[in-house]
């Protein structure tokens, strides 16, 4: 009698310090944890965790700038010469990219042109000098301070040399 007491005040004292947790594995392999128990269930004891509250939490607040930036928006950025889908003769593979941007640059963001995957230049116009013959694709984009993009766009043309 005296050996179930003290199991029982045994049992008792260690439920007061801790959470009881059943751990099964169902059909297919998931490790299911419950506070239920059941047969096949493992008991599992946790101890209490200590946690500590912050008595100041930060809360974000852009700043001014960032709000600014954040909240304007432009409303077209296109390739305007050559234009998507021309065919450029030129022998000496002289070509000029122009691009026209609405509204107008703002301060702090830059215009990036890039010709088949390679950036090329920045602004809005580049002139290449022996551009090879056949399609090349053109990708402009406007990017902040960041570095975030912010508006893209993209075209093609054709370069038309005469072979030698």
Do not use: W
Not at 45 to 68: D, F, G, H, V
Not at 153 to 158: L, N, V
């Amino acid at each position: 009698m005296q050996l179930i007491i003290s199991l029982l005040l045994v049992v008792f004292v260690g439920c007061l310090g801790a959470e009881t947790v059943y751990k099964s594995v169902d059909e297919d392999g998931n490790i299911i944890f419950t506070d239920k128990p059941s047969e096949e269930a493992e008991e599992i004891k946790i101890e209490k965790l200590e946690t500590i509250e912050n008595p100041n939490p930060a809360k974000y607040k852009p700043s001014p700038k960032q709000a600014e930036e954040s909240a304007f928006q432009y409303e077209s950025l296109t390739v305007s010469s050559p234009e998507n889908g021309a065919g450029i003769r030129s022998n000496n593979g002289n070509v000029s990219i122009s691009l026209s941007l609405e509204p107008a640059l703002q301060t702090g963001h830059k215009i990036i042109i890039s010709m088949d995957g390679k950036e090329i230049g920045s602004g809005s116009s580049v002139s290449l000098q022996n551009v090879d013959r056949g399609t090349h694709s053109i990708s402009a984009s406007v990017i902040d301070g960041s570095g975030k993009k912010l508006i893209s766009t993209s075209s093609s043309f054709s370069l038309l040399r005469a072979t030698k």
